[in-house]
């Protein structure tokens, strides 16, 4: 039987990967829905999927998913860019339209896997836990915990399993355009730190280095989100790498792969609220998704860099 899977947000970063990689399986179609408000029409010439430009709770696509029109959604769809402050258009694109095609979906009893984030962690301590230390610190994070706690909401009436992934630092394939936006670029400090090296740009980093990120590579994303296909139940996990790594392990990971020596400028952080250390706690992600990362930081950047250097955009599955 032949199935049709609907991912929003499919032009985005992860999305475009997911969708790549659904298309590797045996009779599988798969339709993205995206705005393209952020994501990027390249990340989709090599991926032969049907493709709409709208909003995520488009009426005419919330009611072809009550009508029973896919077999799975994986929802990708949000603002992205933490630096939004407004807190209506936040809650309107991530959290309302997230409540709407849960509504939709349980009247299909399709199964929804979502993104929600690791800033719904804020700054609380390492290792981060599900379902310690939820305080975010923007409008951003909280706009996540709200689809959690909506979608726990749904659990003993939503006839399917709806499944939450808390992404870590995600770096890999099919990013380039987020360096590429007017005046602020959201690519992983993996990308940036690369395109500086290559530009033969000054190194700049918070003194002194050693704040320290989980940064999980994208093959793992989209195998995180593949496992959620055959989660026996709802749930809310992380997806990280379930180790810390400082941005000074970054340089002399791209000093390496580069041949390249990188001397770093430190400056002072004037973040208040900046992050020094998020690491993902996996025991849920093992239990419920039977998943667990398969690439290290070295593995990962090796991958990415030897990609970057070819010149591949795109998913990592169209390389």
């Known amino acids: ?10 032009a985005g970063y992860i999305g475009s990967n997911i969708t790549a990689a659904l298309l590797k399986r045996p009779a599988t179609d798969v339709v993205v829905v995206d705005d393209f408000s952020s994501g990027d029409w390249r990340n989709l010439i090599n991926v032969d999927c049907e493709v709409r430009a ?31 402050m407004d807190q209506r258009l936040m809650v309107e694109v991530n959290t309302n339209a997230f409540a709407a095609i849960l509504a939709a979906s349980s009247l299909s009893g399709t199964r929804v896997t ?11 301590a390492a290792p981060n836990r599900i379902g310690h230390g939820e305080e975010p610190e ?17 659990y003993d009436r939503h ?33 940036q730190l690369y395109e500086q090296v290559k530009a033969e740009k000054q190194v700049r980093l918070f003194k002194f280095g050693e704040q320290k990120r989980d940064f999980v590579y994208i093959r793992d994303v989209v195998s995180a989100n ?4 055959d989660a026996p139940r709802s749930g809310v996990c992380n997806v990280g790498s379930g180790e810390a790594r400082s941005f000074n392990d970054i340089v002399s990971n791209l000093s390496a792969l580069l041949d390249k020596k990188i001397d770093v400028d430190y400056f002072d952080n004037p973040f208040s609220f900046y ?22 930081l070295e593995n990962g950047m090796k991958d990415y860099i030897s990609l970057l250097e070819k010149g591949h955009r795109g998913p990592a599955e169209t390389a």
Not at 174 to 189: D, F, I, L, P, V
Request: glycine share 8%; aromatic share 10%; net charge negative.
């Open 54 to 84: 709208a909003d995520c709770d488009d009426p005419f696509l919330l009611e072809e998913i009550a009508d029973g029109g896919f077999s799975a959604i994986f929802h990708q769809a949000a603002i992205t860019d933490t630096t939004v």
């Open 138 to 154: 923007n409008i951003y994070g909280f706009s996540k915990l709200a689809m959690d706690r909506i979608a726990r909401r749904w």
């Open 226 to 229: 593949l496992s959620a296909l």
């Open 114 to 124: 979502y993104a929600s984030s690791a800033g719904t962690y804020g700054n609380s």
């Open 1 to 10: 039987m032949s199935e049709r899977i609907l991912v929003t947000g499919g």
């Open 275 to 296: 992050q020094e250390h998020t690491e993902a706690d996996l025991a849920e992600s093992e239990q419920l998704l039977s998943w667990q990362p398969a690439w290290t």
């Open 159 to 191: 006839p399917a399993p709806i499944i939450g992934l808390r992404y870590f630092n995600v770096f890999g394939p099919g990013e380039t355009h987020k360096n590429e936006r007017e005046g602020h670029k959201t690519a992983s400090m993996i990308l």
